[in-house]
DNA sequence: CAGTGGTCTAGACCACGGG
DNA sequence: CCGTGGTCTAGACCACTGG
């Protein structure tokens, strides 16, 4: 016999007997009630669904089936979160939290392949998803580029399509990186986050489809991983079966 | 005042004086003594830096910093997950768990572009590192293009070392896609998990440099998500400062 | 064998959310 | 206000590792 821990027998009933995203999951109290375990026991269970990111619990208010996010980056995909994010089912709610023009520090220079203090604008923005800080993201933009671009922004929640629309720049990723790292103070603050969980970070560079040989952004994000899968993908997928 | 809690306060402390990889952390019992604070709050501070990826635990022996390997796919690294690892400073210990020609089946036939029940070899391997199942990889080949590849494949552990050496095949990334998922009983199984941790999924498709028309070989890889921090780099990456 | 981490109990107080 | 999840205590037994 396997004579797997109680909690995680509770764990595998639960997740097996989930219901649609949103919906409300036994409290703790109720689940050792039931099973007649005791709370930290019962709590040990709900606490492996969210470790496997079945379930986000609220204090408070409750344990909620959680629906995680498919984000997916490829070379087809349009460099644009809240697009990304839209594609997945998502509603993405996007607030811009400054837009200042500035010098480019060394990192921005090198991404971008320009001299450094070279003026860029930089975007911060944040995506709440349900309520959720998903995702914060700071875009360096060729100044000379996008003039007038911060107060565009301010009456625009895509950037991806201000450029296309205002700029007629059609970004196309140029380099992409993306892995699971250990939050910053600031993430942590920025995100909301509780304890210091392992967060997907995510970088590129894009440029004009145009004007290939020129950087026009450096993008970096921070996105929750309990809210949001990565799905990175590289080259040309195989043929879908029709 | 931030008034964080008990377990987090302890866990941030021992973060910041980790020694190095391998070395001991002190015992739940002797955090509890020193802190003046109860056995599961002593053992919570040390889950939680399990959780981060910073420890790893075993019952019977104690708590031990860990190295958490970076696992680099891109254009520019070879398709070979021993090299990758080595790259990273790992040594990786290859088992060979089974080498048998087969009919490909749908998902196989499919990425290989080739009609089902063509014959492939499937290889299924194990790496361990430092003595922990760290991946499980299945690859299937092309089998007309690999004669006798199972009989190399026990007195040698690289595939793409063969294939280079043996087949003058110089293996090349046509396709790849990595995401972090929800490992099956047969994951768990085979990569000795406990409970039903997230885990790396990456696959790809790989053909011949000087033949790019053909794919030659379809890969499928879990890896534990605690022991290596998959980081996937798509398009060419900005000139390194020098 | 002693010490480790893994599991479990039966309480307690708290901060927070919603009715 | 009550119920929620978050934290914490003080015990207990077990399986396992190592000397």
């Known amino acids: 016999m396997a004579a797997e821990p109680t909690y995680l027998e509770l764990a595998d009933g639960l997740a097996a007997s989930l219901g649609n995203a949103g919906e409300r999951v036994v409290s703790e109290n109720e689940l050792a009630e039931r099973h007649g375990v005791s709370r930290p ?6 606490q492996e669904l969210e470790r496997r990111f079945l379930v986000r619990r609220i204090r408070g208010a409750g344990t909620f089936v959680s629906r995680r996010i498919d984000y997916v980056i490829s070379h087809d995909t349009a460099p644009s979160a809240s697009a990304t994010l839209r594609l997945a089912g998502a509603e993405p709610d996007v607030e811009l939290m400054s837009a200042r023009t500035m010098g480019a520090a060394a990192d921005v220079a090198l991404h971008l392949d320009i001299e450094r203090a070279t003026p860029v604008v930089h975007l911060q923005r944040r995506i ?6 998903t ?45 699971l790292e250990l939050p910053t103070d600031t993430v942590i603050q920025t995100l909301e986050l509780e304890g210091r969980p392992p967060t997907w970070l995510v970088e590129g560079v894009n440029h004009d489809r145009a004007d290939r040989r020129r950087a026009i952004e450096f993008t970096r994000s921070w996105m929750r991983a309990d809210v949001v899968n990565v799905v990175f993908e590289m080259g040309h997928p195989p043929e879908v079966v029709r």
């Open 41 to 46: 026991t019962a709590r040990a269970a709900l």
């Open 128 to 133: 709440r998803i349900d309520g959720i800080v």
């Open 135 to 179: 995702s914060w993201t700071s875009a360096y933009l060729l100044a000379c580029a996008v003039p007038g671009i911060a107060s565009q922004m301010r009456c625009h929640t895509s950037l991806f399509q201000v450029l296309r629309e205002q700029y007629g720049i059609e970004s196309q990723r140029r380099w992409s990186r993306a892995s």
